[in-house]
C-alpha cells in the first residue's frame, strides 16, 4: 500500500513538471511570433516594389510584420479618414497627402516625399500603332481611352491635366474607358479593352503585355510625387516609422529604381 502511494506521488511530481516544461516552451515559442503587424495603406501603383521589399524588411526587423492595402490614394485616404485601421499611408499624389495633413489624420513630422513617377502612353504589346507622343492623339482613329478616374484616382487626374494642356480633353469624352486605379487602367489595355490607355511609367515597366509609345511632358501635369506619413491613429507609431525610413534606405531606393520609379 506504501508503495502504491509513493508511485501515485511520484506520478503526480512528474506530470507536473512535464506540464511547467510545457508551459515554458509555450511561452519561448510565443516569445518568437511577431508582436507588431503593420497594415501599410499604399498607391495601387507601388504594388510590386513594396512586395519585394517586404521580405527583406521583416528579417531586417524581427518582430513586425507587414500587410498590404492597395487601391487608389483617394480612396485609400476616405476609408482612414472614415475610422479604417491603418499605421502607413503612401500616396502617388501630394494632394491627397496634404488633404490628410490639414484634417490632422497623420504625424506631420513623419512626411517624407520617397520617389516619383511620370506618365506615359501605352498600348497592346501586339499593336501596331505607331504615336509618338501625346501629341500626336487623335481621337477621331480610336474606339477607347483607359485612363484613372479624375476625381479619386491620382493618375487619372494627372492624365486629364495632360489632356487640357494638350486642348484634347473635350474630344475625348466620348473615348475613355475609366478605371478605379492605376491597375486596372494597365490591364484595360492588357486585355485589349482599349487602343490606348495613360499609366505611370513604373505600371507598364512591370507588363510583359502593353509597350510604351510616348512619355507626357512634365510642364504638362502636377510633379508626380509620391509622399508617406504615419497615420495619427496608428499604435505602432515607431515600427511605422521604421518603415518609412527603410523607404528611403539605399536598399529601398534600389527596389523603387529597379521596378521603374525615379
Known sequence: MTNSILFIVLAVFLAGCSDTNESEHTESVNQKTPTVELLISAAASLTDALEELKEPFE????GITVTYNFGSSGKLAKTIENGAPSDVFLSASSKDMNDMEDKGLLI???RIDFTENALVLITHQDSDRTISSFKEIDPAAMDHLAM???ESVPVGRYTKETFESLDLWNSLQDKLVL???????????????????????SDAFVSDDVKVLAEADADWHEQIVYPGAVVAESKHQDAAQ?????????????????????
Open 179 to 201: 478605371g478605379s486605379d492605376v491597375r486596372q487602367v494597365l490591364t484595360h489595355v492588357e486585355m485589349g479593352n482599349a487602343d490606348y490607355g495613360v499609366v505611370y511609367s
Open 242 to 262: 521604421l518603415f518609412l525610413d527603410y523607404l528611403t534606405s539605399d536598399e529601398g531606393k534600389e527596389t523603387l529604381q529597379k521596378f521603374g520609379f525615379k
Open 148 to 150: 484613372g478616374e479624375p
Open 59 to 62: 528579417k531586417a526587423h524581427e
Open 108 to 110: 506631420n513630422e513623419s
